[in-house]
């Protein structure tokens, strides 16, 4: 089964600073789409950021100036820039690959999440 391993979360204090990284235990035939999500208990779980295989970026309205989605396709791997950051971003964030076969079957696959605490 594909792993998806996520790195980087942690503690900060509001204003500052995290980059969060995902890799794959495999590769694919296609990744359609790379991105981050992100979940507080009682809530449901939020896209934050994605970018396409063409390289379209898309992000939350809350994160829009202060997040930035990166992927590189040789290496499989996306990574999430977060600046400025605010108690609200305190979440469990994962990774998500969409990704499509030879055989043109979409799947979505998951990371195990990362907590990220903003915390002065």
């Known amino acids: 089964q594909t792993q998806l391993m996520e790195s980087g979360g942690g503690v900060a204090q509001p204003g500052g600073s995290l980059t969060l990284s995902c890799s794959a235990s495999?590769?694919?035939?296609?990744?359609?789409?790379m991105g981050w999500h992100r979940q507080v208990p009682g809530k449901e779980r939020e896209m934050v950021a994605q970018?396409?295989?063409?390289?379209?970026?898309m992000y939350a309205e809350s994160v829009k100036g202060r997040f930035t989605v990166s992927r590189d396709n040789d290496k499989n791997t996306v990574s999430l820039q977060m600046n400025f950051l605010r108690h609200e971003d305190t979440a469990v964030y994962y990774c998500?690959?969409?990704?499509?076969?030879?055989?043109?079957?979409?799947?979505?696959?998951w990371g195990q999440g990362t907590q990220v605490t903003v915390s002065s």
């Open positions: 495999e590769s694919f035939y296609r990744i359609l789409i």
């Open positions: 970018v396409s295989d063409s390289g379209r970026a």
């Open positions: 998500k690959f969409r990704t499509l076969s030879a055989e043109n079957e979409r799947r979505n696959h």
